[in-house]
């Protein structure tokens, strides 16, 4: 009975220790439909590993605008997340508000780092001033999704290379039945796509620090969306109401984020879904956007136990093991290399649509941020006026491009 007592008191006084060494983190992070079961495949591992760190989950941003808002309101408010997952194209705003913290002492204290799979090619993605501001968490690109069952029985056998394949092939699916061919993702977060028609001509949308709305490039992108769109007439769906749709089998072609290929082959009707690179105006595209996020410390405890719960946490989830979750449940590629090459080495054979994207990685481009303080305002812009093309509202694309640079130069740095 002694005994017993004693091994009871031994036991509380583990419990109580443990409990008095637990140290709780906050983490917020874009995406729930594509993230949530990411993180749920994590934390086992990690909880096992880190016991005594408890993770709170904030609730997700919408976009990456949305999370880019939400940190500058909580900045003013003082009420910050520990870590927080941004853009790859927002994370430099957070960075020159000094927001967004350097990653430099902690990788410092680090033995091994870059044996870790963190390399310079990675890490470029989020240094600012020769120091590294986030840990890249996933990478995409721009593919083509196809149902093949809709395709085939219009005669459709090659997937298109070209976007007057893309029309063409809308033309067939209409004339044989198909409502609604095409959702060309326009409306994808951060001007993606129009930032991926541009960089197919080997064209950045920001040079020099403006932004190059009026080049002949830009009207050329301009007129391929309004041939696209009105040609295939495609209907102006909400993003989510689009996956959606294509994910039970009623659109032919969707032409969106790699990122979104575990949603949609979680909630996939009955037909066959094969996914192929990005088309090109005329030909293979020259370059590529590349989308996905970063792991930000934002913390502003002064409790050094809580600033390294929140670097443990960050680390975790961009190392091999993190990364390579990320893989099996989305369709982003990992940034870390020992995901890819050591933890991934059989995987993406044996998911050939998730192969797509890294065939694609050579043409790899920055995804931009546009210059000063109304970087987000720019975004709006853009997005409103390509969406005017989508509703019809706008018929002159050079008309349109006039009043898209005139918009857009008020609101840059002494515009």
């Known amino acids: 009975m002694k005994y017993n007592v004693t091994a009871m008191a031994l036991a509380f006084s583990a419990s109580a220790a443990l409990a008095e060494d637990m140290v709780t983190i906050e983490f917020a992070y874009p995406y729930s439909h594509l993230f949530d079961?990411?993180?749920?495949?994590?934390?086992?591992?990690?909880?096992?590993?880190?016991?005594?760190?408890?993770?709170?989950?904030?609730?997700?941003?919408?976009?990456?605008?949305?999370?880019?808002?939400?940190?500058?309101?909580?900045?003013?408010?003082?009420n910050l997340p520990d870590v927080t997952m941004q853009g790859l194209n927002r994370q430099q705003p957070l960075v020159e508000k000094g927001i967004a913290q350097s990653l430099e002492p902690f990788i410092a204290a680090e033995a091994d780092f870059e044996k870790d799979g963190y390399h310079n090619a990675m890490l470029s993605l989020s240094t600012f001033n020769d120091e590294v501001?986030?840990?890249?968490?996933?990478?995409?690109?721009?593919?083509?999704?196809?149902?093949?069952?809709?395709?085939?029985?219009?005669?459709?056998?090659?997937?298109?290379?070209?976007?007057?394949?893309?029309?063409?092939?809308?033309?067939?699916?209409?004339?044989?039945?198909?409502?609604?061919?095409i959702f060309w993702g326009w409306n994808i977060?951060?001007?993606?796509?129009?930032?991926?028609?541009?960089?197919?001509?080997d064209k950045a949308i920001v040079e020099n620090g403006r932004v190059t709305l009026d080049s002949p490039e830009a009207l050329v992108a301009l007129k391929k969306m309004q041939d696209i769109f009105t040609e295939c007439e495609m209907q102006n769906l909400e993003w989510k109401a689009a996956l959606s749709s294509f994910s039970a089998g009623e659109i032919g072609m969707m032409f969106w984020s790699t990122s979104a290929l575990g949603a949609v082959e979680r909630s996939q009707g009955d037909f066959e879904l094969v996914t192929?690179?990005?088309?090109?105006?005329?030909?293979?595209?020259?370059?590529?956007?590349?989308g996905g996020n970063?792991?930000?410390?934002?913390?502003?405890?002064?409790?050094?136990?809580?600033?390294?719960?929140?670097?443990?946490?960050?680390?975790?989830?961009?190392?091999?093991?993190?990364?390579?979750?990320?893989?099996?449940?989305?369709?982003?590629?990992?940034?870390?290399?020992?995901a890819n090459e050591i933890i991934l080495a059989d995987f993406y054979e044996q998911n050939p649509n998730?192969?797509?994207?890294?065939?694609?990685?050579?043409?790899?481009?920055?995804?931009?941020?546009?210059?000063?303080?109304?970087?987000?305002?720019?975004?709006?812009v853009i997005y409103d006026s390509i969406e005017r093309i989508v509703t019809g509202d706008a018929t002159d694309m050079k008309e349109l491009q006039i009043e898209m640079v005139e918009?857009?130069?008020?609101?840059?740095?002494n515009g």
């Open 37 to 78: 079961v990411t993180y749920e495949a994590m934390m086992p591992a990690f909880k096992e590993a880190h016991p005594n760190i408890d993770v709170k989950f904030r609730a997700t941003y919408e976009s990456y605008e949305d999370g880019t808002n939400t940190v500058l309101r909580e900045a003013v408010a003082g």
């Open 133 to 181: 501001h986030g840990l890249p968490f996933s990478v995409s690109l721009p593919v083509g999704y196809y149902n093949m069952d809709i395709l085939r029985a219009g005669g459709i056998q090659e997937l298109p290379k070209t976007w007057d394949d893309v029309i063409a092939a809308c033309k067939t699916m209409k004339a044989n039945g198909i409502d609604n061919p």
């Open 189 to 201: 977060t951060g001007n993606w796509f129009m930032q991926a028609l541009l960089w197919s001509q």
């Open 276 to 290: 192929g690179p990005f088309p090109g105006l005329g030909k293979a595209p020259m370059g590529l956007p590349a």
């Open 294 to 338: 970063a792991a930000m410390l934002t913390s502003t405890s002064d409790d050094p136990k809580v600033r390294e719960a929140a670097w443990t946490w960050l680390k975790y989830i961009t190392s091999g093991d993190g990364a390579a979750e990320v893989a099996k449940t989305t369709g982003y590629m990992p940034p870390n290399k020992a």
């Open 354 to 380: 998730k192969q797509t994207a890294v065939d694609q990685l050579p043409l790899l481009r920055d995804w931009l941020a546009y210059p000063g303080d109304n970087g987000l305002a720019i975004t709006q």
């Open 407 to 413: 918009e857009v130069n008020d609101l840059l740095p």
